[in-house]
Nanobody, 123 residues
């Protein structure tokens, strides 16, 4: 399965962007991660292909919304209320397994990764 992410770019603080990630085949779990320069990649949000099992990192909860179009094998990340701290590279990921509440944030549980897409928030 290949993942193709798109939708990154430049936004003003307080503004919005929507990331998309299209999978070439069916998977059971989708996730978004991000990495700032010099830091480790961190979990952002996850969802299963039926639109359930939604989990968010505390830093984005209430501002970001993950959703999926199961028929199109596509996952979205709607990012509202953008902050300068959101200026990082975002990665979509997908897993063959249905992840649970104990492992959704573990990068090794995701089998496929897309290329990163840069998001830059200007103040």
């Amino acid at each position: 399965v290949q993942l193709q992410a798109s939708g990154g770019g430049l936004a003003q603080a307080g503004g919005s962007l929507r990331l998309s990630c299209a999978a070439s085949g069916r998977t059971n779990t989708y996730g978004w991660f991000r990495r700032a320069p010099g830091k480790e990649r961190e979990f952002v949000a996850t969802i299963n292909r039926f639109g359930g099992s939604l989990y968010y990192a505390g830093s984005v909860k209430g501002r970001f919304t993950i959703s999926t179009d199961n028929a199109q094998n596509t996952v979205y990340l709607q990012m509202n209320g953008l902050k300068s701290d959101d200026t990082v590279v975002y990665y979509c990921a997908a897993g063959r397994s249905m992840l649970s509440g104990t492992d959704y944030y573990i990068q090794g549980r995701y089998d496929y990764w897309g290329q990163g897409t840069q998001v830059t928030v200007s103040s």
